[in-house]
């Protein structure tokens, strides 16, 4: 059975910790709940780190730092820094789906669950906005095609865009939505939701302002709503009959006369 490296996990009062200006990009180092065992702890602060930065390049040193952990410990945990981003993907996987399937079971029209879930994705980038960057990253990088890139498919993307296939089949059902394709739908959809965090350096240049903030963030969930829901809006009102052939040329002819 593998043992703990030595030595791995900093003890309290071993020395005094002078306070110190906390330096761009990087978190404080109590930043971390103490409650967190060795594992949570990594994952964490890896998270921490990259929402600090709004980007996904951070080293394992810089972990062990922030965390006050031997880096030897995302060897045994997770095999390498791979591993270790792997797993927060993964972390993040689980609350997701687990809120969207929710969702899908609640009792709402589906138009209600839409705007809910566009506000789930964008508040959840909010609070991690490398999140979207990782896992494309992950999954786009030479080796793509490797365990890390297809464990990313199967956790995380395949179950998201069979869950909003299930939305679009339910405003479909309802006779709220038209038909649209559920990958370009995915694909639309996230990448609307995620593009205000990784614009914002180029929206603070053209329109000034404190970046993304909260007031910001609904603003923002109600108008990528309104583009989606007039976007899958069904033309042909719930329970209306559908115009017979010859109608509209019909009416055009009475106009003309």
Known sequence: MSRVPARAEAKDGDRSRVPRRRKAGRIARGAVPDDFNARDRLLET?????????????????????????????????????????????????????????????????????????????????????????????????????????????????????????????????????????????VNLLGACDHLFNARYALQSIVGGAGVTDAVRERYIAHVYDIFINGLRNPVPVGAAPAPKGAKRSAASKARR
């Open 46 to 186: 890896a998270s921490q780190l990259m929402s600090d930065r709004h980007g996904i390049n951070v080293s394992l040193s810089e972990i062990a730092e922030h965390s006050g952990l031997n880096s030897a410990l995302v060897k045994y945990y997770f095999g390498n820094k791979e591993g270790l981003l792997v797993a927060l993907v993964e972390r993040e996987a689980v609350v997701e789906l687990k809120r969207v399937r929710n969702l899908l079971e609640a009792d709402l029209s589906p138009s209600e669950k839409l705007r809910l879930h566009i506000a789930g994705i964008i508040n959840g980038f909010y609070r991690r906005p490398y999140l979207n960057r990782l896992m494309h990253s992950l999954l786009d990088s030479r080796e793509a095609e490797t365990s890390s890139g297809r464990h990313i498919a199967r956790v995380f993307v395949r179950p998201l865009m069979e869950l909003q296939q299930q939305l679009l089949e339910q405003g479909i059902q309802a006779g709220e939505f038209k038909q649209v394709e559920p990958v370009l739908f995915y």
